[in-house]
C-alpha cells in the first residue's frame, strides 16, 4: 500500500521544463523525494509525478495561467518512484527571454500546511467525480468554485496555506 512521505520544513523541490512540460533541470530535493536518479527524469514529461488523485482541471488552470506568462500556485499530490506520494504547495511560474517571450516553466515547491491539504482534498474528490463527465465541466466548477469565495484562484490557494 501507497505511504504517505511528508517534506522537512526546509525543502525546496525545484525543477525547469521546456515549454512542453520536459524535464531539463531538477534538484536534489525533486530526486530525493521523486525516488528517481537524474537519468530517470531528465527530458522526460513533468508528469512522470503525477498522481492520479491530481484533478487534471488544476493542471488545465496552471498550463492557461503560464501560457498567459502568470504565476499560479497549487496543492500537487506527486506520486514517487515506488508508489508512494506526497504533497507540496507549488509556484510555477514560466521563464522568459530577452525579446518577453516564454522559453520554458520553473517550479518551486515547499511544505504545504497540513490544514490546507485536508481543506483541498474534498474539493479534488469532486473534480474528479465531475471530470468523468468532461474537462470543461470540471474548469466550469472550479470557476464558479472561485466566484462563489470571491477571490481568484490563487488568492483561495494562499488563504488555504495561511491558515492557522
Known amino acids: 500500500m501507497a505511504k ?65 506568462g502568470q504565476e499560479i500556485f497549487a496543492y500537487v499530490k506527486n506520486r514517487t518512484k515506488s508508489n508512494d506520494y506526497y504533497w507540496v504547495f507549488a509556484n510555477v511560474t514560466p521563464s522568459f527571454d530577452i525579446h518577453n517571450q516564454i522559453i520554458g516553466y520553473y517550479s518551486v515547491r515547499r511544505k504545504p500546511n497540513p490544514k490546507a491539504i485536508e481543506q483541498i482534498k474534498p474539493l479534488y474528490k469532486e473534480l474528479l467525480k465531475i471530470e468523468k463527465e468532461s474537462l470543461d465541466k470540471g474548469v466550469e466548477f472550479l470557476n464558479d468554485f472561485c466566484k462563489n469565495s470571491k477571490k481568484s484562484y490563487n488568492e483561495i490557494i494562499f488563504s488555504l496555506q495561511e491558515a492557522k
Open 4 to 68: 504517505e512521505i511528508f517534506l522537512e520544513n526546509d525543502s525546496l523541490i525545484t525543477s525547469k521544463t521546456d515549454l512542453k512540460g520536459k524535464i531539463v533541470y531538477a534538484n536534489d530535493d525533486f530526486l530525493t523525494y521523486a525516488g528517481y536518479a537524474m537519468q530517470d527524469v531528465l527530458y522526460k514529461p513533468h508528469n512522470i509525478v503525477r498522481h492520479e488523485d491530481m484533478p487534471r482541471t488544476v493542471f488545465k488552470f496552471l498550463w492557461d495561467y503560464m501560457k498567459n
